[in-house]
């Protein structure tokens, strides 16, 4: 199936060569064919197609804005791509592989894990609808990455067609008493190579992380996807974006309940 009338390439050619890249550890040129998607549909379509060949499991979902130029185009307020089982990190000091050449920034962002599961094709249009769901938040780090390293400023549609620029995700400790406190009360700050890189918090996720999971859900449920208990959901960056490169360190902090570090280095092939 094509992906879009202008790009030579299908659906199925687009995402084996991210799929590739990110397997070989191996940073890509250009995007695929050159012209990337034009559309929502078209983008969570190559999406799919990628999922459906991935050598392996699916261990949440990252959840990010979709910034106001681009709305007109590709009409919504987030977007949302997989954060496959292999790079689930529970741990502190990870160590964290990016593709050499390729993307990579890391955000810090507040983690739901999934509680039970939630039927397929359910869709709810509150927030307090989902609280059954919502089994915990935990302190986290979504790495964004891609093998190729313009993905990001090429817009929604190439970061929906590419795992929506996921590369993994750290996950710390729970945040117990999360929901007994304002959001502006859980600040965020994190520092790259020992320099303050940023600060913020979870009020700077539109709604608050659980919006972000409602998002989610309705739009897994129109793609009939499932999402299970024990999937981690990363909700949307609370300081910004922050680019990293092999041998960089990070350090997040959230409020006085967490800390996340880490160190970047670079990705080895993985069997196809």
């Known amino acids: 199936m094509t992906a879009d009338a202008r790009n030579p390439l299908t659906a199925e050619q687009i995402a084996a060569a991210f799929r590739q890249g990110r397997l070989s550890a191996t940073a890509l040129a250009a995007y695929p064919g050159d012209v990337t998607p034009a559309t929502l549909a078209a983008a969570y379509h190559i999406q799919d197609v990628a999922l459906a060949a991935w050598p392996g499991p699916i261990g949440g979902w990252k959840v990010a804005a979709v910034q106001p130029q681009w709305r007109e185009q590709f009409p919504a307020e987030r977007l949302v791509g997989p954060v496959l089982a292999g790079n689930v990190w ?126 989610l859900i309705n739009t897994l449920a129109d793609r009939r996807i499932a999402l299970k208990a024990g999937d981690w959901i990363s909700t949307g960056a609370s300081t910004g974006i922050h680019p990293v490169a092999v041998g960089d360190t990070f350090e997040a902090h959230f409020a006085n309940a967490a800390r996340i570090s880490g160190r970047i280095v670079g990705a080895t092939p993985q069997p196809a």
């Open 90 to 215: 529970q741990t502190d000091s990870a160590q964290v592989p990016v593709v050499e050449g390729g993307y990579a920034a890391v955000e810090v962002e507040f983690a739901i894990r999934i509680a039970k599961p939630v039927p397929v094709g359910m869709h709810f249009e509150r927030p307090a609808e989902i609280g059954d769901y919502v089994g915990g938040v935990h302190a986290a780090i979504e790495l964004a990455g891609s093998p190729l390293k313009n993905l990001s400023p090429l817009g929604p549609g190439a970061v929906i067609s590419d795992f929506g620029n996921n590369a993994g995700l750290v996950v710390g400790d729970e945040l117990r008493d999360f929901f007994s406190q304002p959001l502006e009360n859980w600040t965020t700050r994190i520092s790259i190579n020992g320099q303050e890189a940023g600060a913020g918090d979870a009020a700077r996720i539109p709604g608050g992380p659980v919006s972000a999971l409602l998002f």
